[in-house]
């Protein structure tokens, strides 16, 4: 036995290129068609939102259809197109086998299956835009009545089917990777990988499987109705004469969702910060306990403040009221991680690469954010803020800072693992200010219209004579809005370049980081860990320990296979 | 592929850090635990909604309590005949076993077949989804519901052949699983449509 | 054979409880006629309540005996009793907002 033990070393087998590509069931390349993907239509989304920003700087560039088309596809692609696949499909599938020790997911069939899915979902989505009747623009958020009823309003027609069928097929797929993480990371952790082991990154990417899987189902039971409401002619949302449907089930239902969503994208995304932070602080996070408790009663909590976005909608004022007092109170758990996460670059020695810079950035600007949630969250200034932009540039800085920077931190961290290249640093550096600098041009601005009563998603502020002194505004935030995404086209450009041609990176741990993902080779081969398997014998963030020149202790080491291998193997 | 795994599992007698549950049933309880919110969800509306509704009772009215009957216990007995096709997979007689998985299939066509009859007949009186409240949700859930029967009866026939190349045990018990899940949804549907 | 079969072992040394389904199977037909019995025969307004009892118990035993949950453990516990959990919590949510209107 022990010559085939010999022998086995890194697995080599014939895989025609439809296999070993398109259709692997390796949870890397999963994950890196999830992100390429999701990169794709980040494209998409940004490009329609430029489009728009346009003709709000101009108004008359698209026609109202138009408009109202390119903000209800802007939005939906964002958070179901981009936001998840490459947090959690991407991110997850790619990272989470990696930092577990584990030689792949679970069911490594089901995952390829869901990124197909994933795939036809884009497919459809895309089709939509494009059929006869037009495109569905009724908002991401799929409002009824004016998406329930055929005939009476432009926005319900077989656009808005192919819509809701992608957006099926697309909770479909990433239901399906979530079954896939928790297994995973509940069943196949390595020796001595404990729950409190973990690193941050995968207990997030748990907290937010789980609140995705408990928070899309009754979405998805509202989105049946909702099709059946259009195709079969049921009122369960439409109101008509002598047939009495409810709009507001429908905003209850995917509120119920919408809210436990934007945890879902911030929690993975939180979790790149602190795999970034700790590694350039060269410190362990500040307390590691509090983080993850805090991230489940922030999680539970999600559960219970949905409504915070129905204030106006005519709901009960005493739900409202609780609503409310929920909505201040999980402020607290999310004010703990922030407080944690600066502690923790509070006396390290930074070292600020561009993963570094952008994920200063965006600890930064989710501050901004989550303070601005606050009078969003309180019913009372909810009533003057809602639907204005105030609300627009309160979720830009929290979603977009966090889902897109920590991306792009996360892509700069992990790019020698995934490429055994590197993305050149001063590239990076200058990247990151552009970022910084254009955001805040395009997103700030926003709370200053929000104050002045400007509503969100109007075709033009021409129209109203309160609006049309802030017409400026408007070309400023076009303004920087182009030059941001012209900046991240550039980076897209040096990305796909880099993973060709970057300068190499053999070394399978360039940023001497602790976790488990930096023993395995760059780029890891299949099934990971070759004849060895990773013992954990640690936390995972064990840095600034005494040495000179070794200033941390990875979480774990690689362990020759022998045979049989016992529990004091060393 | 599977030959170097193979040596792999071989060479990884030591076990992974685990809960101790084994890995296919929890993430088939992982993907129930969705499930059980998504019919929920609907069926939580429909609730909210007869609460409001005065007119729900006289429209459950129309609908037969005879053929209901015969398919509860059609699924019944579908429940019967899978956790049985269980308890022989766990003392590897995989004859019964699939014999058992057999019975539970036909009882899931026997609903859908009986299903079919029971809506063609309403659809000939004229109750169609959109009759009104207590229709749009009657269609709604007990047509869910079915296409669920359905899902459960071609696992059962999947399970069935898949049988064939390996045996495994915990595919019968997902199989299983599945289908007391459909069961007990309907045990509440039952009620809601036809008895209340 | 796939990456997680080593739990093979561990399943075939899982403890495996069985009941007598078939005793349980003729309770579950006794509780259903006498769920229809009940329907028919009480008073309109309180026969909900007899017959949703009758439902969650039938419930029960499938749940417990039939689905194993009177044997697993925490784990499997959790992802049949939190989904529970969520589906009261959008049915008492949202009555304030929905059930006050007569619908016609």
């Known amino acids: 036995m022990s010559e085939a033990v010999a022998s086995a070393g890194v697995i080599h087998h014939e895989e025609t290129f439809l296999r070993k590509y398109l259709f692997s069931t390796d949870h890397k390349t999963i994950g890196k068609q999830y992100l390429i993907t999701g990169i794709a239509m980040a494209i998409l989304g940004g490009t329609l939102a430029i489009l728009f920003r346009i003709n709000l700087a101009h108004p008359g560039f698209l026609t109202n259809e138009q408009y109202n088309t390119f903000v209800t596809y802007h939005g939906a692609i964002m958070f179901f197109w981009v936001a998840m696949p490459i947090l959690l499909g991407g991110f997850g599938n790619i990272l989470i086998p990696l930092m577990i020790g584990a030689r792949d997911m679970a069911f ?27 495109a569905f623009s009724g908002g991401w958020t799929v409002y009824p009545p004016l998406s329930a009823d055929p005939g009476r309003y432009l926005g319900a027609n077989l656009g808005t089917v192919l819509f809701l069928l992608a957006l099926a097929l697309e909770f479909a797929s990433m239901l399906m990777g979530g079954v896939n993480f928790i297994t995973t990371v509940l069943t196949m952790r390595a020796k001595g990988l404990t729950l409190m082991r973990l690193p941050i990154f995968v207990w997030m990417e748990i907290v937010a499987s789980l609140l995705f899987l408990f928070s899309v189902a009754p979405l998805i039971a509202g989105a049946i109705m909702l099709l059946l409401d259009i195709i079969l002619g049921t009122h369960f949302f439409r109101v008509e004469a002598g047939k009495v449907g409810d709009p507001v089930l429908w905003q209850h239902l995917f509120w119920f969702f919408g809210h436990p969503e934007v945890y879902v994208i911030l929690f993975p995304a939180l979790g790149i910060l602190f795999e970034v932070i700790t590694t350039y602080s060269r410190r362990p996070v500040f307390s590691y306990k509090l983080v993850v408790y805090a991230t489940i009663a922030a999680g539970i909590l999600s559960f219970l403040v949905w409504a915070h976005h129905q204030f106006v909608a005519g709901i009960n004022p005493l739900s409202a009221i609780a609503f409310s007092i929920t909505t201040i109170l999980i402020s607290i758990p999310f004010s703990m991680t922030l407080v944690v996460m600066g502690l923790t670059f509070a006396g390290g020695s930074i070292r600020f690469t561009p993963a570094m810079l952008f994920a200063i950035f965006a600890f930064l600007m989710f501050i901004i954010g989550g303070l601005s949630g606050l009078p969003l969250g309180a019913v009372g200034s909810d009533i003057y803020f809602h639907d204005t932009y105030f609300v627009v540039a309160h979720f830009h800085y929290t979603v977009f800072t966090i889902a897109v920077l920590s991306t792009i931190a996360g892509i700069y961290h992990w790019f020698p693992k995934m490429f055994g290249r590197k993305i050149n640093e001063t590239f990076g550096k200058i990247h990151a200010w552009l970022t910084f600098i254009f955001y805040n041009g395009f997103a700030f601005p926003g709370f200053f219209l929000g104050l002045a009563g400007h509503p969100r998603r109007y075709y033009s502020a021409l129209e109203f004579g309160y609006l049309q002194k ?28 880099s993973i060709f041609a970057g300068a190499e990176e053999k070394s399978p741990n360039p940023w001497k980081s602790t ?56 | 592929m599977s030959e ?43 609730i909210l909604f007869r609460l409001s509704y005065p007119g729900w009772f006289k429209s459950s009215e129309h609908t037969n309590v005879v053929i209901a009957s015969i398919n509860t216990m059609v699924l019944l007995t579908g429940s019967l ?36 009859i029971e809506y063609s007949r309403e659809i000939h009186h004229g109750f169609l989804p959109s009759s009104g409240i207590f229709w749009m949700f009657y269609y709604g859930i007990t047509g869910l519901h079915g296409l669920h029967v359905l899902a459960g009866s071609l696992i059962i026939l999947g399970v069935m052949l898949f049988l064939r190349k390996k045996k495994l045990v915990e595919a019968v018990e997902n199989a299983g699983l599945y289908w007391h899940f459909v069961d007990i949804v309907w045990l509440y549907i039952f009620p809601l449509f036809y008895l209340t | 054979m796939k990456v997680g079969e080593r739990h093979e072992i561990e399943v075939r040394n899982h403890e495996h409880h069985h009941p007598p389904y078939v005793t349980i199977y003729f309770i579950l037909v006794f509780l259903t006629f006498a769920s229809i019995l009940i329907s028919q025969i009480v008073h309109r307004q309180k026969a909900p309540a007899y017959v949703f009892t009758i439902s969650t118990v039938k419930a029960l035993l499938i749940a417990l005996f039939y689905m194993h949950l009177k044997y697993e453990g925490r784990w499997v516990l959790a992802f049949a009793i939190i989904p529970l959990i969520i589906f009261a919590l959008v049915l008492f949510a949202l009555m304030p907002d929905v059930v006050p209107y007569q619908k016609m």
């Open chain 1, 108 to 134: 490594p069939t089901l995952n390829m299956f869901s990124y197909w899915v994933f795939f036809v979902s884009s497919v459809i989505l895309i089709i939509s835009f494009f059929v006869p009747g037009g």
């Open chain 2, 4 to 46: 170097q795994l193979r040596v792999l599992d071989e060479l990884e007698k030591e076990e992974y850090e685990s809960v101790p549950v084994p890995f296919q049933k929890l993430g088939f309880w992982v993907f129930l635990g969705g499930e059980i919110i998504i019919l929920g969800g609907i069926v939580a509306s429909a």
């Open chain 1, 515 to 570: 976790t488990l993902e930096w023993l395995a080779p760059s780029p890891p081969p299949h099934l990971n860990w070759g004849s060895f398997a990773p013992v954990v014998e640690r936390g995972p963030y064990e840095y600034a320990k005494n040495g000179k020149d070794i200033d941390y202790l990875p979480q774990g080491k690689l362990v020759k296979l022998k045979q049989p291998v016992s529990g004091h193997e060393h």
């Open chain 1, 470 to 497: 802030y017409q400026w505004v408007h070309e400023l935030m076009t303004v920087s809005a182009v030059l941001l995404l012209t900046t991240q086209v550039v980076f897209l450009f040096v990305f796909f370049y």
């Open chain 2, 81 to 116: 005949t899978a956790v049985l096709a269980h308890k022989f997979a766990t003392i590897r007689q995989w004859g019964k076993v699939q014999l058992f998985l057999g019975l539970t299939a036909l009882c899931g066509f026997t609903f859908i077949g009986i299903k079919f």
